[in-house]
């Protein structure tokens, strides 16, 4: 009978239908981007007054969270671990064999593992969908999503995700993506902690900190920034005759010489310069090229 049918049945002739639940800076302007989903969009937030323009650009709205579970497709973008527990745990109470429910938030690196484990006997796929971005590249649709998904719930949600995303990689199974997004952040936010430290050292130095944030906002856009050197399959000490090998001892040399310089100058200031301390006793064998006795190319 068409009432017993899988959602991946369903979903085989039509589109699906989407809801989305979390209508917060991030979820709001990933959920505007859907309203014009052929299949149609359900929205849910706790707060009224977030639902409001979605309805106003043609989303259905829902009363309650069980309300969504009707859609295909659901995203989540709520605030935390335990909310993402809560809002899954209900959707997959309501939710028929074949839904696939996207977790957006960033959550604990075992919780989209678990709740896949949980629902998958109800035939309900879990992915773990994080982004990184933000709310101007939602608005633009220029997120990267970074996907944990088996392969039945991955060729669902592409073609949905695209609609907010200008790069969709798939991660691997469910919770890949929650571990590649806190990879990620990890490295933005020692970002952010070495810029403290460099902008302690340029104001003792004397330097005008404005300034110095415009060089270097201008010389990462041109460079790409640390990851312009996130171009190996592993961490393992390169072989001499890797193609990145000269390209990183080049830049071993380059940056030991400046690291060196801002300690001196750092000492000179009273300036601390901990991560600097740490990147130069580090980089080497984090590039790759560790400083070896027995290296006839270094």
Same mark, same amino acid.
């Given at each position: 009978?068409?009432?017993?049918?899988?959602?991946?049945?369903?979903?085989?002739?039509?589109?699906?239908?989407?809801?989305?639940?979390?209508?917060?800076?991030?979820?709001?302007?990933?959920?505007?981007?859907?309203?014009?989903?052929?299949?149609?969009?359900?929205?849910?937030?706790?707060?009224?007054?977030?639902?409001?323009?979605?309805?106003?650009?043609?989303?259905?709205?829902?009363?309650?969270?069980?309300?969504?579970?009707?859609?295909?497709?659901?995203?989540?973008?709520?605030?935390?671990?335990?909310?993402?527990?809560?809002?899954?745990?209900?959707?997959?109470?309501?939710?028929?064999?074949?839904?696939?429910?996207?977790?957006?938030?960033?959550?604990?690196?075992?919780?989209?593992?678990?709740?896949?484990?949980?629902?998958?006997?109800?035939?309900?796929?879990?992915?773990?969908?994080?982004?990184?971005?933000?709310?101007?590249?939602?608005?633009?649709?220029?997120?990267?999503?970074?996907?944990?998904?088996?392969?039945?719930?991955?060729?669902?949600?592409?073609?949905?995700?695209?609609?907010?995303?200008?790069?969709?990689?798939?991660?691997?199974?469910?919770?890949?993506?929650?571990?590649?997004?806190?990879?990620?952040?990890? &490295?933005?936010?020692?970002?952010?902690? @070495?810029?403290?430290?460099?902008?302690? /050292? !340029? =104001?003792? +130095?004397?330097? #005008? *900190?404005?300034?110095?944030?415009?060089?270097?906002?201008?010389?990462?856009?041109?460079?790409?920034?640390?990851?312009?050197?996130?171009?190996?399959?592993?961490?393992?000490?390169?072989?001499?005759?890797?193609?990145?090998?000269?390209?990183?001892?080049?830049?071993?040399?380059?940056?030991?010489?400046?690291?060196? &310089?801002?300690?001196?100058?750092?000492? @000179?200031?009273?300036?601390?310069?901990? /991560? !600097? =301390?740490? +990147?130069?006793? #580090? *980089?080497?064998?984090?590039?790759?090229?560790?400083?070896?006795?027995?290296?006839?190319?270094?």
């Amino acid at each position: 009978m068409t009432g017993e049918r899988s959602r991946e049945e369903q979903t085989n002739t039509a589109e699906p239908k989407l809801g989305y639940i979390g209508l917060g800076n991030q979820g709001a302007p990933m959920a505007k981007r859907l309203v014009d989903w052929p299949g149609g969009l359900v929205v849910f937030d706790v707060r009224t007054d977030a639902m409001t323009p979605l309805a106003e650009l043609g989303a259905t709205l829902a009363d309650t969270v069980a309300d969504v579970a009707a859609a295909d497709v659901i995203s989540v973008t709520v605030l935390n671990d335990a909310q993402v527990r809560d809002v899954v745990t209900e959707l997959g109470a309501h939710a028929r064999a074949g839904t696939v429910i996207a977790i957006h938030s960033t959550i604990e690196p075992g919780t989209a593992a678990e709740l896949a484990a949980q629902l998958r006997p109800k035939g309900v796929h879990v992915v773990d969908a994080p982004v990184s971005g933000g709310a101007g590249a939602a608005d633009k649709g220029e997120l990267a999503v970074m996907v944990g998904a088996d392969d039945a719930a991955y060729d669902i949600v592409k073609p949905v995700f695209k609609k907010w995303a200008s790069m969709v990689v798939r991660a691997g199974e469910p919770g890949a993506g929650t571990r590649m997004k806190i990879a990620r952040n990890m &490295l933005t936010f020692i970002g952010f902690a @070495a810029a403290c430290e460099a902008s302690r /050292l !340029a =104001e003792a +130095a004397g330097i #005008d *900190l404005q300034k110095l944030g415009r060089v270097v906002r201008h010389s990462d856009a041109q460079s790409g920034g640390p990851g312009a050197i996130m171009a190996r399959d592993d961490t393992a000490p390169l072989a001499p005759d890797h193609f990145l090998y000269d390209m990183f001892v080049h830049t071993r040399g380059l940056a030991e010489k400046d690291l060196k &310089l801002a300690l001196g100058l750092g000492e @000179a200031t009273g300036v601390e310069l901990p /991560l !600097a =301390e740490i +990147a130069l006793r #580090d *980089l080497a064998a984090g590039l790759g090229v560790p400083h070896t006795s027995s290296s006839t190319k270094e």
